[in-house]
């Protein structure tokens, strides 16, 4: 995994965290569907190849107190501390998120991680990490560039998904609950088009 690590540290290092072609002032589509989940300010809630989201700024800024950051970069992830401040009731884990390990959480977010797992192997050990992370009732929103969206990012090839897709292939384990279609402005005036969906994680049988 060195040479994923050293590719995102690269990347963070060129440029400001404002500037990458992901970046988000406010993520929208993100809070809405957390807040259609009911996600409280006490629930457990990580997000997957957070790099230098905001999406934790907002969280933090309306009392969440259990956010944990996870990513490849190391740079990406102390961008993000030394923006929120040591007081900021986040956690960091630096690795790959399919060796994670962290415990039970109410919420799963992952905006384009998921579609970097371009080989049938990484995405079904993906969903069984997921899953165990994941309590039945519990949330997962996954949000990958859409059918029509690009066909790499930031160098690498990335797998589409409509969010059918999306949906179809996390059963049985989780069902769709809502979904959202986003067309996302780059920060350089371009358009990337995601699929986002929110899951429920089943009962168990």
């Not at 400001?16 to 300010?41: C, D, F, K």
């Not at 384009?112 to 049938?120: D, G, I, Q, R």
């Not at 969903?127 to 009732?137: E, I, N, T, Y």
């Amino acid at each position: 995994m060195t040479n994923l690590e050293d590719h995102w540290d690269a990347i963070y290092s060129a440029n400001p965290a404002e500037e990458v072609t992901w970046y988000q002032e406010i993520p929208a589509v993100s809070l809405e569907l957390m807040a259609l989940a009911r996600i409280g300010v006490d629930d457990r809630v990580v997000d997957v190849g957070a790099g230098a989201s905001t999406l934790v700024d907002h969280l933090l800024g309306v009392g969440h107190r259990h956010v944990v950051l996870v990513d490849f970069s190391a740079v990406a992830l102390a961008a993000a501390r030394e923006r929120l401040g040591e007081q900021a009731a986040a956690s960091f884990v630096l690795g790959d998120v399919l060796d994670l390990e962290i415990g039970s959480v109410a919420m799963w977010h992952d905006r384009a991680a998921f579609h970097f797992m371009v080989n049938p192997e990484e995405r079904m050990r993906y969903k069984l990490v997921m899953a165990r992370h994941v309590p039945p009732g519990g949330h997962a929103i996954v949000a990958t560039f859409g059918s029509d969206g690009p066909e790499r990012c930031s160098g690498l090839p990335v797998i589409r998904h409509s969010v059918g897709e999306i949906a179809e292939f996390f059963r049985p384990e989780f069902s769709l609950v809502e979904s959202r279609r986003e067309i996302h402005q780059t920060p350089w005036g371009g358009e990337q088009p995601f699929s986002f969906a929110l899951l429920r994680r089943a009962a168990s049988p």
